[in-house]
């Protein structure tokens, strides 16, 4: 890719940025939130074609001005927001085999769903992914859709794959099943380009690597011969101080508590408790129970059961308007299609979960007031954005993920419910979003910190829950505790 250069309303997103990878090769790119990679991808995959610049294939001037185009020279690329590739009430045989039976019909007006079910599992069997091929994909978790992707993507002729921080919903264990795919595919001949935040990541699977910084390119080199602080020194423009806030911890009388909580038999049992100005981790690998839990207590189940009380209060908390009415407020792992309003603007979005400050007579809302409130809070979290009339969709998966937390912030609520709050959010962004959650329990809210992360629980946390199969295995002491122990109880391990 020579010159490429985009830009949106109001954004200059790549200016002249050259990129260049190999067949057979594992490549990472990396920057900051809003640097510019994921923009350059959709380039090479054909998503934006209003670019300038030159895309270069084996010597030759290439085409790419759609998806079509893409593929056709075998440019396949994996986005991060898996909800957005995926059709919910398919089944995981017919995503996955989407691409043939369109293309593949030839004038036939029958599917051989025998046959689409077995090409489905050969591709699963190959990733080591168990996942029946006949059931609906909205009926997946998020790893689950993360997987049926990546296996639609290599059953193309597939010369190079794109992977946007395919691991970010991922366990160890199907972390591991995708490296040895990627290995396995660079045998093979297929170049790989490698999205993630994950720096041990990189250097585990990468050769190469390339920083972006500003929709600039910054440094390309051979992974090794960088340190991983002198990347995050060239994804940041400057020198990386501590990564989480020291905190004086003034914690009060218990807040908030859970009793005996229940969903479906993926939330068994549960009963916290967190204290005022406490931050308090919920601990435990994918598919532990983290996400349905956060999603119990926010009342956005009407399978859960369970008591919640705030301030010694009985709620009655029935569904996610009741919960905001009752103090709470949740920051959901999926935030494109829970956390955020991708086509509205950034001030609609900041303002959304407390309209009623904004209201004057009748149901008209003081739109110079509301403007004044969003602004401040897009400078407060330092959200990258030209104004606030900006759509949500054209700005960076950090700055989307500040927004998601900054419009609870004018509903000033009393429980903040965080679940995956870093994920596919760079290092600055991260230390951003630590520092406010620090500062939201300085002012004496009860935090609830959901992260399969066990650096982050270590490093931002009071207290933790320690989840495994939908139970509470073991409550500890951060300060009493270390990652070892964290995650023997996070697989299911028992300390006699």
Known sequence: MKGISIAFPGVQALTEVDFHTESGRAHALIG??????????????GAYSHYTGEIWIDGEP????????????????????????????????????????????????????RSLHQSAQAVLDRLRVNV?????????????????????????DCRFLVLDEPTAPLSQSETEALFALVRLLKSEGVGIIFISHRLPELYEICDDITIMRDGRLVIREEIAKLEQHEVVEHMLGSKLDG?????????????????????????????????????????????????????ALFGASES????????????????????????????????????????????VNMTASSLSKFAGLGAWLNRKREKQAADGIIRDLGVKTPNGQAKVRNLSGGNQQKIAIGKW??????????????????????RDIYNLIAELASRGKCILYASSEISEIMG?????????????????????????????????GLIR
């Open 304 to 347: 859960a059961k369970g008591e919640l009380i705030l301030n010694g209060v009985k709620l009655r908390t029935k569904d996610p308007h009741r919960a905001v009415q009752n103090g709470l407020a949740l920051v959901p792992e999926e935030r494109r299609r829970e956390g955020i309003f991708v086509e509205e603007s950034v001030v």
């Open 32 to 45: 900051a939130n809003g640097a510019g990679k994921s923009t350059l991808m959709k380039v090479l995959s």
């Open 243 to 295: 990564q989480f806030p020291r905190r004086e911890s003034k914690i009060g009388e218990t807040g908030f508590e859970a009793k005996d909580m229940y969903d479906n038999g993926k939330v068994n049992g549960v009963s916290l408790t967190v204290r005022k100005g406490e931050i308090v981790g919920l601990a435990g690998l994918v598919g532990a129970g983290k996400t349905e839990l956060c999603r």
């Open 409 to 430: 912030l004018l509903a000033d609520a009393d429980v903040y419910i965080f679940d995956e709050p870093t994920k596919g959010v760079d290092v600055g962004a991260k």
């Open 460 to 492: 931002i946390t009071d207290r933790v829950y320690v989840m495994y199969d939908g139970k509470i295995m073991k409550e500890l002491e951060t300060a009493r505790t270390n990652e070892e122990e964290i995650m023997l109880y996070s697989t299911g």
């Open 132 to 156: 029946p091929t006949k059931k609906l994909v909205q009926d997946l978790t998020l790893a689950e859709k993360q997987m049926v992707l990546i296996a639609r993507s290599v059953t193309m």
């Open 62 to 113: 290439a085409h790419i001005r759609s998806p079509k185009d893409a593929k056709a020279y075998g440019i396949q690329i994996v986005y991060q927001e898996v909800d957005t590739a995926l059709i919910p009430n398919l089944s995981v045989g017919e995503n996955i085999m989407l691409e043939q039976t369109v293309h593949g019909m030839n004038g036939k007006h029958f599917v051989h769903w």
